[in-house]
C-alpha cells in the first residue's frame, strides 16, 4: 500500500471524536530520518554492558536509557559491527558530541532527552522530539529519560495495556516499517474513578486526536510509517492501548504486513519528584537566608 493510499484511508477516517489527551502527528519523520533510525535500531547496544538492554521478550523495565525489545541477541551484535564500521563522519559517537552538537553558542540548549546515552538512537531521538517541542506538542523543559524499541515480527502485535504509573504523564510514541492499527478502549469502571495523576513537571494538555475509527469506548487509530502519537492526561491514564496480532485492518481496509518498529520515550516518576524536591529545598533555602526586607544575605 502507497503512502497516497494510506493518506486516503486517513482522511477517511478522519471523524469528530475526543480522546482527550491522544495527539496524532503523521509524517513527523522524513524518509531520510526514518531509513537512519532503523539503521541506528539495528545497530543494538553498545559495549557488553549495555547488551543487559537487549531482550527478545518484553519485560517491564523501570530504569533509564535505550532498551531493546523482541530482538534476537544474535542478529543485532551481528549487525552493529558492520554499521558502525559505516557510520558517517558527521554522526557524534560520544555524549559530549551529541551535546555540543545541541547546544547553539548564542543561545540555551535545548532539553537533553535520555541524557546517559550516548547510542545512534538516543542521537537522532532528540532531533525527532525537539520537533515536537517546536509544535508544542510537549513542553519545553520537559525531558524524557527513557526510550523502549519494540521490534515486531509479521503481524506481531501487544497486549492492550495501559502504562504502569511508575512513569510519568506524558508518553510519545514514534513508528517505522509499515503501517498497524493502535487500538484504544477505556479502561475499567474502577480505573476510571481513581483521579488522574497530576505533575508540576508537565502540561498534561488535552486534544481530539485524527485517523480513528470510532465506536463508543472504542478508537482504532490507523498508525503510518515515520508518525508520532503523543498521549497525556485521560488517554494515558484511562484508556488501554494495544495492537492485536494478525493482519491490521481499518475501516474494512486490510493493510500491509511486514516488521514494524516503535519508539516509546517515558520519564520516570522519581525524577519529576526528585525536580520539585529540589526547587523546593532551593525556596527554603533562600528563605532562611533573606534578611527582613526579604533580600538575600
Known amino acids: 500500500m502507497s503512502e497516497m493510499a494510506l493518506q486516503d484511508l486517513r482522511a477517511e477516517s478522519d471523524v469528530v471524536h475526543q480522546v482527550p489527551g491522544l495527539f496524532y502527528i503523521p509524517e513527523l519523520l522524513s524518509e531520510e530520518e526514518a531509513t537512519a533510525m532503523l539503521a541506528a535500531v539495528d545497530a543494538g547496544p553498545r559495549g557488553k554492558a549495555e547488551l543487559t538492554r537487549l531482550s527478545s521478550g518484553r519485560p517491564v ?43 547553539d553558542g548564542s543561545k540555551t540548549a535545548k532539553t537533553m532527552d535520555l541524557p546517559h546515552d550516548a547510542s545512534e538512537v538516543a542521537f537522532h531521538a532528540r532531533a525527532v522530539l525537539n520537533r515536537l517541542r517546536d ?59 481513581k483521579p488522574i495523576p497530576t505533575t508540576t513537571c508537565s502540561d498534561g494538555a488535552s486534544a481530539a486526536c485524527s485517523s480513528a475509527t470510532v465506536e463508543p469506548g472504542h478508537y482504532d487509530l490507523l498508525v503510518e510509517p515515520r508518525s508520532a502519537y503523543v498521549m497525556s492526561g485521560e488517554s494515558r491514564w484511562r484508556w488501554c492501548h494495544g495492537i492485536p496480532d494478525g493482519i491490521p485492518t481499518i475501516s474494512g481496509v486490510q493493510l500491509p504486513v511486514g516488521r514494524r518498529v516503535s519508539i516509546t520515550f517515558r520519564r520516570l516518576r522519581w525524577r519529576c519528584s526528585m525536580t520539585a524536591k529540589h526547587e523546593r529545598a532551593a525556596t527554603v533555602d533562600e528563605h532562611s537566608h533573606a534578611g527582613d526586607d526579604g533580600t538575600t544575605q
Open 61 to 103: 523495565v523501570t530504569h533509564p536509557g535505550v532498551h531493546w525489545h523482541g530482538f534476537a541477541v544474535a542478529a543485532v551484535e551481528g549487525s552493529s559491527k558492520g554499521l558502525r564500521r559505516h557510520r558517517r563522519a558527521s554522526e557524534p559517537s560520544t555524549l559530549a558530541e551529541v551535546t555540543e552538537m545541541l547546544n
Open 135 to 193: 509544535r508544542h506538542f510537549v513542553p519545553e523543559d520537559y525531558c524524557f529519560d527513557q526510550a523502549i524499541i519494540n521490534n515486531y515480527p509479521d503481524g506481531k502485535g501487544i497486549a492492550a495495556h495501559v502504562d504502569r504509573a511508575t512513569f510519568d504523564d506524558l508518553i510519545v510514541g514514534l513508528s517505522l516499517g509499515v503501517p498497524t492499527v493502535l487500538q484504544f478502549t477505556q479502561a475499567s469502571k474502577k480505573r476510571n474513578s
